[in-house]
């Protein structure tokens, strides 16, 4: 242990855990990391090889006999009716069936929607009725035959601290200096500090900010491979990363039908994943958004106040040097067109994704760090507790440029880097000062990009300026943008009228003409780009149409390797996957990889495959199968280069609680169980 690691046994002891460890197991398998370090506390706390080895054997005993991987679902269900009761680690959803008035549990990957609970299980914890927790749960089998269900909980334990000492966290936190608590925080997150500027340090201490200071409006655009969605999905159970296409008022904000508030009203932070891809359905939502990101309340026909930071991350695909040197493109050019300059002035900081390091194993740490969960509820606990504002107000001197939501914007940011970085106590003046010229650039790229895109004066003033301790102004700059004329003095265009709402009509144009040598350095990206991304349970907006329809271009041939696509529903499914390729219109041919439990199962899929063959030739569509007795991978390829990779395969959807409910029949509307999507591109064509 180095001298850091000696300080945080020391002052947090059974808080830290050795992020080695964690690295280890979390390449083998896809749990998220506050389970494993869950366990990995239990079993390996301590600096013994021989122990720490034995922890680890007993850490992945327990995964592999307590956590359920989709395809295990009808074993899982098996053993429990085999031994009476079992323990699984799971996340697990309650929800009220009003019909039936009483509530039901579910496992996610248990897959049974009818598990009975008791109420002492869930009354205390809101989250646990939107959106789920991951717990340590023993399922049991009801042999009453009476009984409407085969499965009730027995026992439920939160995998999540059960009492958090604020007072303990702050004395802690006094044994070191400002330093050696961001390193602290960066091994935390399982990052090396020693391999990080001081100011990519920063940057990521600022993608923490929105855990802990309320009402917080983030935005990061970057390159692929940068971890912008990891610190939302995995490091705190009071975040939550949605994907753009579920961007719904209803799911949001609130739900008129049922009067209940959305998400918003049950998680610290709401992320919204591959930001690009946003589609919003209904034009209230931008303005419920807007109203929200100004003030953190709206109306919908009641009041709704709620303390969510909105978090937004993306990809930008240009060259960063060459937008700031544009006179035609931004900063903001991945966002969808309904995010107007409303919306991106609500924004309190946008961090510069394209300066953070690509993930790789260089950048890990092997050292200590806290307990993800704990460091988590440090800042829950801030987030609902601590209120900066005034202290932030008090103590800092802005330039005469900074206007009403410029000066709001860098105090909220600053708020956050207090938090995070002085608890308790108040930093010196030199490090404050870090904090405020950091929270201005932050928002003067903001600034900077609305000034590009105004064809008038109105966010002209974008000289963000501060007075340091010393007395004397200190103008900010962009490091990517000092010298960008184009972007400091951007030329005024006069916009037509049809024009007026969306200059990316302008850009659409002059992407389709030849390149001309004002625009040739900054080509937009191929229409079709990688994605990677998570369907997370109960989301809806996703059929494989949606999902990989737009990869079958030109495409004449389609490879499904799936080892299950054996039961009823999964063969469905295979058939809706090929009415996909079929209403595209150029496949030719569909081969499938898969596997089968034994020859009874066998001789029922392939009369079901048999028929759906013969229904293929009538659309000119040859199909064939193939058996492989260990199948693992789950990939569709097309011989376009694209692959598609979905963690559970094809069986991606809820069984529908009634076949006459939306969503029995069109799939955009069925909720979906979670899993893990990546569509990439490959250099040879597929073959079988």
């Known amino acids: 242990m180095d001298a850091l690691d000696q300080k945080l046994n020391s002052a947090f002891d059974g808080k830290v855990v050795r992020k080695d460890l964690l690295h280890r197991i979390k390449k083998g398998t896809n749990v998220p990391t506050f389970v494993l370090e869950f366990l990995l506390a239990k079993y390996c706390a301590s600096n013994d090889p021989d122990e720490i080895q034995a922890g680890m054997e007993a850490v992945l005993a327990t995964l592999q006999e307590n956590y359920v991987r989709p395809n295990e679902a009808n074993a899982a269900q098996s053993r429990v009716a085999r031994l009476g009761k079992h323990r699984f680690i799971d996340k697990v959803h309650v929800r009220y069936v009003e019909k039936e008035k009483r509530h039901w549990a579910a496992l996610e990957n248990f897959d049974s929607q009818r598990i009975a609970i008791n109420e002492r299980f869930y009354k205390d914890i809101d989250r646990i009725l939107e959106g789920g927790i991951w717990a340590e749960v023993t399922l049991s089998h009801n042999d009453v035959e009476e009984d409407d269900f085969a499965f009730y909980v027995e026992e439920l334990r939160p995998i999540q601290l059960s009492k958090f000492d604020f007072d303990r966290y702050c004395q802690g936190r006094n044994e070191f200096s400002r330093d050696e608590w961001i390193d602290a925080i960066l091994r935390s997150v399982g990052l090396e500090p020693t391999k990080l500027s001081k100011r990519v340090k920063l940057h990521f201490i600022a993608r923490l900010a929105p855990l802990a200071e309320p009402n917080f409006n983030f935005i990061e655009l970057g390159p692929r491979g940068t971890g912008k969605s990891y610190f939302f999905s995995e490091f705190s159970p009071y975040s939550t990363l949605?994907?753009?296409?579920?961007?719904?008022?209803?799911?949001?904000?609130?739900?008129?039908?049922?009067?209940?508030?959305?998400?918003?009203?049950?998680?610290?932070?709401?992320?919204?994943?591959?930001?690009?891809?946003?589609?919003?359905r209904d034009p209230d939502a931008i303005q419920i958004m807007k109203d929200f990101m100004a003030n953190g309340r709206f109306s919908r026909g009641v009041e709704v106040i709620a303390d969510a930071s909105l978090a937004f991350v993306g990809n930008i695909d240009l060259s960063v040097d060459q937008v700031v040197n544009s006179t035609v493109y931004d900063l903001f050019q991945p966002l969808p067109p309904e995010f107007d300059l409303a919306v991106m002035d609500r924004f309190a900081c946008y961090l510069p994704g394209w300066e953070m390091p690509k993930n790789s194993s260089e950048f890990l740490t092997n050292n200590f760090g806290f307990i993800t969960?704990?460091?988590?509820?440090?800042?829950?606990?801030?987030?609902?507790?601590?209120?900066?504002?005034?202290?932030?107000?008090?103590?800092?001197?802005?330039?005469?440029?900074?206007?009403?939501?410029d000066e709001k914007s860098i105090k909220k940011t600053i708020c956050g880097f207090l938090?995070?970085?002085?608890?308790?106590?108040?930093?010196?003046?030199?490090?404050?000062?870090?904090?405020?010229?950091?929270?201005?650039?932050?928002?003067?790229?903001?600034?900077?990009?609305?000034n590009k895109r105004k064809p008038d004066d109105e966010f002209a003033r974008i000289n963000l300026s501060f007075f340091r301790a010393d007395g004397n102004e200190a103008i900010v700059w962009c490091p990517e943008s000092r010298t960008a004329a184009a972007t400091q003095q951007p030329s005024r265009r006069i916009l037509q009228m049809d024009q007026q709402s969306n200059v990316r009509e302008t850009l659409r144009q002059r992407a389709e003409k030849p390149a001309s040598s004002s625009i040739a350095a900054v080509e937009p990206a191929a229409e079709l780009a990688e994605?990677?991304?998570?369907?997370?349970?109960?989301?809806?907006?996703?059929?494989?149409?949606?999902?990989?329809?737009?990869?079958?271009?030109?495409?004449?041939?389609?490879?499904?390797?799936?080892?299950?696509?054996?039961?009823?529903?999964?063969?469905?499914?295979?058939?809706?996957?090929?009415?996909?390729?079929?209403?595209?219109?150029?496949?030719?041919?569909?081969?499938?990889?898969?596997?089968?439990?034994?020859?009874?199962?066998?001789?029922?899929?392939?009369?079901?495959?048999?028929?759906?063959?013969?229904?293929?030739?009538?659309?000119?569509?040859v199909m064939d199968w193939k058996i492989k007795g260990a199948l693992q991978d789950r990939e569709i390829r097309f011989d376009n280069g694209w692959v598609v990779k979905i963690g559970r395969g094809l069986d991606i959807y809820q069984k529908p609680q009634s076949w006459f409910e939306l969503g029995a029949s069109d799939l955009n509307l069925r909720k979906c169980l979670e899993t893990k999507v990546d569509v990439f591109r490959v250099k040879s064509s597929t073959g079988n």
């Open 419 to 450: 938090k995070i970085l002085h608890p308790v106590g108040t930093p010196s003046n030199e490090e404050f000062d870090e904090y405020v010229e950091y929270a201005v650039e932050g928002r003067r790229r903001i600034k900077e990009q609305m």
């Open 531 to 621: 994605r990677h991304f998570t369907i997370f349970y109960g989301d809806t907006g996703y059929s494989y149409d949606s999902v990989l329809g737009d990869y079958l271009a030109n495409a004449k041939e389609m490879v499904v390797e799936d080892p299950y696509v054996r039961l009823t529903h999964q063969v469905n499914n295979f058939v809706r996957l090929c009415e996909t390729a079929v209403r595209r219109g150029t496949i030719k041919k569909i081969s499938l990889v898969t596997s089968f439990e034994d020859e009874e199962q066998r001789r029922d899929v392939e009369a079901k495959l048999a028929d759906l063959a013969q229904s293929l030739l009538e659309f000119d569509v």
């Open 373 to 405: 969960d704990y460091l988590a509820e440090a800042f829950h606990y801030l987030f609902n507790h601590s209120n900066r504002y005034e202290e932030v107000t008090k103590r800092i001197r802005l330039g005469s440029q900074v206007e009403g939501r």
């Open 242 to 280: 949605v994907s753009g296409g579920q961007a719904t008022k209803a799911a949001l904000f609130y739900n008129n039908a049922r009067r209940k508030v959305g998400l918003i009203g049950f998680w610290d932070t709401v992320a919204f994943d591959e930001v690009a891809g946003i589609r919003v």
